[in-house]
């Protein structure tokens, strides 16, 4: 469950006008928490002779192509954002999140979670899912942040607020 | 696939749907304040549309039995009396307080019976002091004076005019309308003075101000369409275009709050449907030329007017069926009816079982006893198949043969033999052995008869056979009798025709 900061759009807006090193300061910090995590998670990713190896680029065509697996790919899709995404159905609008984006590594995080580890594809992934809910659990990215005991969050959200503070410190605001 | 997240921070800055749904709402109500003040502004013309309407519909009313009333004049040739009889009922409508939607059926029906203006004019003045007396519509009331004026009198006895039938028949019509008249004379003029009376006259004079105005605007409706014979037809149609737009209108607006509903929701597929289905409205979506789309509907309905034949054919024949089944039964039941009398009396006759219960089963099919009858029913149809039975039974056997049938032709063939041995020369013995007349064979042919040898008779050189007869020679009577019975005796020795005896089968 993100937390949600009220102001921070018109936070960050006004630090890319009003104070923009502010702004690549905070950028970076956040960065360098984030970093340590999306490397872990990388490294669960599995190497491509880890995975069945029906699943591998060029085993697949057709339609299932597309999600076939190849490690670097799926290493690749896991990263960071800090720029402000798109407001959702419900109204919100993610300001810092992880992401794993190449369909593989999806696969890879997620498979088991609605099923169970059963049949003859998610048993050959080492190791079970991590995290607590449905929703949250996960082999790589979730696996990293679970292990990371929101050290992560606790540190962007810091490094928000003390931007917003210094922001209020240089620009004279409360 | 939905990208794999994970959310630290977030911001909630209000869904695009929230807006949309508040701006869909601010429009929306403002919409409805408006639809309510068109609503009520409508109400009100709706009110006054239906009060015009009634109105218009008062007149023309009105103005049909006024004409109708001119036309009975014109053909009973009173047409000179026409001005005259106009201003008689509107006189009689304001004095009485009786509409003259009503005055007029009566004074027509009492002018077609009497042809007299006079006389009905009389008879209506009548007819509205035993209305007011009787509680009776004056219409109801002309209707019964004029069959009493044709001498129908039965219906005037429910006035309590005090006259039996008898007196009714035998008084002439000028009586009993004297009498009426004696009897119920200013009742009318009474019950017009009193307060219902008042009220009356009240309704009568708010039905006449709706005909004036009636009258009033459907001149208006015709001079708004030019005037003239056309005018009205010209104002109805533009009153038809008028309302066509306006439901084009409402419905128009009714898509239009649909969709913003829709889109309030932020469901666009339901906003571009209903938008579609509006634009689409009355127009052929099906993507049949018009031609193929014509021989199809055609093809449909002889299909569906085979179908309502033949299901007509079916339903009529049922009903033939159903008919004939009951025509049948009723000439049955019409049977028994007459014959019950006859079953009864011939149950007490000699009879055998089969016919008893013949009779016993129509008798309790005409006293309805079910239970019974399927019981007789059931034992007769028993007793017939019995009776069938015996019948194949006898018909299969094999036919029995005349015992006496061989007996013309060995009675024949005896009579031949008797002629043919009373033909027969006798001729002197003679020993054939020589001279031996001791009336025996010789020793030697004893001695080969006695041994079962054949014996053997040889004729002489000259041809002379010599045999000795012994014992005595019967007469020709004695001997046909005696074969006569050795045949008969044979015949019943156990050939077929003695089996044919035992059996007892002897034809005729």
Known sequence: ?174 | MADLRIDIASEFVGAKAFKQADTATARLTKQVSTLAKSYIGLVGAQKLARASVNAAKAFAQDDKAARVLTQSLNNLGLAFADPSVRTFIADLEKQFGVLDDQLRPAFQRLLTTTGSVTEAQSLLRTALDLSAASGKDVVSVAGDLSKGYVGQTRALAKYGIGLTQVELKAMSFEEVQTRINDLFGGQATVSADTYAGAIQRLAVASNNAQEIIGGGLLDALAALGGGGEGGLTNTLALIEKTSTALATFVRRFGVGVGQLAALARGDLKAFRAIGETEMNRGKDTSGLTPSIKAELAKAAADKAAVKRAKEQAVLTKKQTAAIKEQTGLQKAGTLFDIQQAGIIAALKGKITDEERKRLELQLAILTGNTSEASKLAGELAKSQGLSTQLAAYLADLPKASNPFSAWASYLDMIEAQARRIANVTPVAPTSIAGNNTSGTFSPAVQDMISSGQSLSVRADAAGNVNVYVAGSVVSESDLVEAVSNGLLNRSLSGSPSAIGRLKGSFAG
Do not use: H
Not at chain 1, 56 to 85: C, H, M
Not at chain 1, 108 to 117: M, P
């Open chain 1, 1 to 174: 469950m993100p937390t949600s900061v009220k102001g921070a759009s018109n936070l960050r807006k006004a630090l890319k006008q009003f104070t923009p090193d502010l702004a690549k300061e905070t950028q970076k910090e956040i960065a360098g928490f984030l970093k340590p995590v999306v490397r872990n998670a990388r490294g669960f990713v599995p190497s491509n002779s880890e995975v069945p190896s029906g699943w591998l680029v060029g085993n697949q065509k057709g339609k299932w192509e597309r999600v076939a697996f190849d490690s670097t790919i799926a290493k690749r899709g896991i990263g960071y954002k800090t720029t402000p995404s798109k407001t959702n159905r419900s109204g919100f609008k993610s300001l810092v999140s992880i992401l794993n984006k190449s369909a593989a590594g999806a696969i890879y995080e997620t498979a088991g979670r609605k099923s169970g580890i059963d049949g003859r594809f998610t048993p050959r992934f080492n190791g079970s899912l991590a995290g607590q809910s449905q929703k949250t659990q996960g082999r790589a990215m979730f696996k990293a942040w679970q292990q990371d005991q929101g050290k992560a969050k606790g540190a962007v959200l810091q490094a928000i607020f003390n931007s917003a503070a210094k922001f209020n410190a240089q620009t004279g605001g409360k």
